[in-house]
């Protein structure tokens, strides 16, 4: 199962443009409310949450997604639930992925100390130990992050690529005719 965590104020972009490639690729999502079950993002999108983070089921976690937002992000960081479920993935070795500004969060947890990164531009300094890298995502081990809403589906597509495969990944980015340049 994939939880994707939605603190109020997260960017609806990078939390629905993966949920949506990873749906379509035959894989189990949860979008999991971390301020309740109704989480408005930062652009004024309300969303009905599967699940409040305190329902979330550890056991069958393999990989938990954290969108950025500056909003969403400071809810998640507001949120022990949250941050100890990010923890224990990353100590269970599951796949944890952030976007944006959240994976600041990640640096704060010390989860991307000495791994490759991207961030939201400006955000480089608030990464800690990570190593910084010019890229749209980067996938170190079982950390994949990506820079920014603009990279939301290659985000998507990474996710997807880590659980299912490339071939299953090259299906679903040619069914949804997505030709980046």
């Known amino acids: 199962m994939v939880y994707i965590l939605l603190g ?7 939390a629905l443009a993966p949920c949506d490639i990873l749906r379509r690729g035959g ?17 004024g999108i309300t969303v009905r949450a599967d699940l409040t983070v305190d329902r979330l089921d550890r056991d069958a976690l393999e990989m938990i997604v954290l969108p950025g937002g500056l909003g969403g992000v400071n809810s998640m960081l507001a949120s022990p ?3 100890e479920a990010v923890s224990q993935a990353w100590s269970d070795g599951k796949y944890v992925a952030a976007i944006c500004a959240a994976p600041t969060i990640l640096a704060k947890l010390g989860i991307s ?4 990164c991207v961030c939201y ?16 995502t980067v996938k170190d081990g079982k950390l994949l992050t990506g820079r920014g ?16 495969g490339a071939e299953t990944a ?8 997505y030709q980046p340049d």
Do not use: C, W, Y
């Not at 894989?27 to 652009?43: F, K, M, Q, R, Y």
């Not at 809403?149 to 299912?164: I, R, T, V, W």
């Open 81 to 83: 639930e949250t941050l």
């Open 27 to 43: 894989v189990d999502v949860a979008l999991v409310g971390v301020n309740g079950p109704e989480i408005t993002g930062s652009h």
């Open 149 to 164: 809403p603009g990279a939301a589906l290659d985000f998507g597509l990474l996710l997807l690529e880590k659980l299912k």
């Open 121 to 136: 531009p400006g955000m480089e300094g608030q990464m800690g130990g990570a190593t910084m890298v010019s890229a749209s």
């Open 170 to 177: 090259a299906q679903v980015k040619a069914g949804m005719v």
């Open 113 to 116: 100390d000495g791994k490759r």
């Open 8 to 14: 109020t104020g997260f960017e609806e972009v990078e």
